[in-house]
């Protein structure tokens, strides 16, 4: 019979549950028993604490304290909660969406932490002063300017490398199922605003040439001091509306659009156009809608045409077997970012942390990985 753990405060099993928004009908379905052991009937097992800890994101060791600890109450360590706006309610209480946030949010500390310990200072944010009243195509030169941007078109690998130059946090969700992983039905992309090391999360489930575009409108939240989850299929209030027209800006500004554009006749066109900036079609359908170079009956139908051709595309994908194979080192790379990676490394390498929590600190399991 396995062992179970003593002393489990059963108003903290309670506490971590509600805290991101699970009930104890779903919680069950990763516990069978949480019920009672949340009334104090039954005490856990290792194991079953252990997925608990996994579930609510927090180490095991929490359970047993006499009041949950500051930095694991979502409320206190994580402000910005508080800011997300009223029309993202429904996202925010699904719990995979609420532990993610809190767990980069601990990255961000974590990377502070490791800075302070090192005796070094954490990439700067400094990015030019946007007034929320300036025109978006006025505020893309602005930030142009500041990414010292050229006519030089980059994929979403290097606009990501940009933001985190000039000392923004980018995480990338799991593409692949785990902890991470977030439905991209649920957000896109989603902003905490810091005025040091604020965090932007893409949903890398996504196509790489949409997450540019998210990329830029989360910046424009970021420009703005607003912390937000956005989708950005249909944006019917103003703050989204200036985002996604600063996005469309710096990716594709107006001169470079309207030397590229030559008549816009067909779908196929404005996929023509949209390889050339490197974009998604959609990205670059919303674009020439912003830019009036298309009317609102030709826009409605390439949009319905490209949602078609997606529910096709993944349909395929899943009637499809197999794939590339993983290649689970560029994965974390990409996923964490040269800004946490680079912290960890260099604690690591520093002495500040050995080998063995270097590896929990990427959640890897194979340490050849590391």
Known sequence: MAGRVENINKDILRQCREQIGLSLSEAAKKVVKIAVMEQGDQKPTFKQLDALAELYKVPRWVFIS??????????????AFRRLTDSNADVFSDYKVRSLTAKVERFRNMIMELHEDMGEAVPAFNPPDVNKSAKPDDAARQVRDWLK?????RDFAGWKERLENKGIFVFMTGKY????????TLFRGLTIYHSKLPIIII???????????????????????????DDWEEHPNSVETWCDELAGNVLMPAEQVLSAVDGIDDLDAVKRIALSFQVSPYACLVRLRQMRIVDWNIYKNFEAKLKDEYRIQQKKLKESSGGPSRNRPSEI??????????????AYHNQ?????????????KNPSHA
Do not use: M
């Open 66 to 79: 006499d009041h949950l600890p500051e930095q694991y109450r979502f409320d206190k360590a994580i402000p």
């Open 149 to 153: 941007l050229s006519n030089q078109r």
């Open 177 to 184: 199922k785990g902890w991470s992983h977030i439905d991209k």
């Open 203 to 229: 949903n890398d489930s996504d196509a790489k040439k949409a997450q540019s575009f998210t990329l830029f409108h989360e910046l424009g939240h970021l420009l703005r001091k607003e912390s937000t989850i």
């Open 333 to 346: 790379l990409n996923q964490y970012g040269r800004i946490y990676t680079t912290a960890v490394f260099q």
């Open 352 to 364: 500040e942390i050995g080998f063995h929590k270097l590896c929990r600190l990427f959640d890897l």
